[in-house]
């Protein structure tokens, strides 16, 4: 799913826009330290 996904289904339910880049953002950051090799290719 696209970010542009999960916001507009987070809006649809409720979410403040804040709430849900905030929820997004977090929810990816913590995958992409997980494994940075998925997200981070040099």
Do not use: E, F, R
Request: charged share 10%; glycine share 4%; proline share 2%.
């Amino acid at each position: 799913m696209s970010y542009g996904q999960q916001l507009c289904v987070m809006l649809k339910s409720g979410i403040s826009q804040d709430k849900a880049w905030s929820y997004i953002a977090q929810k990816h950051t913590k995958a992409a330290m997980a494994n940075p090799q998925t997200v981070i290719s040099w």
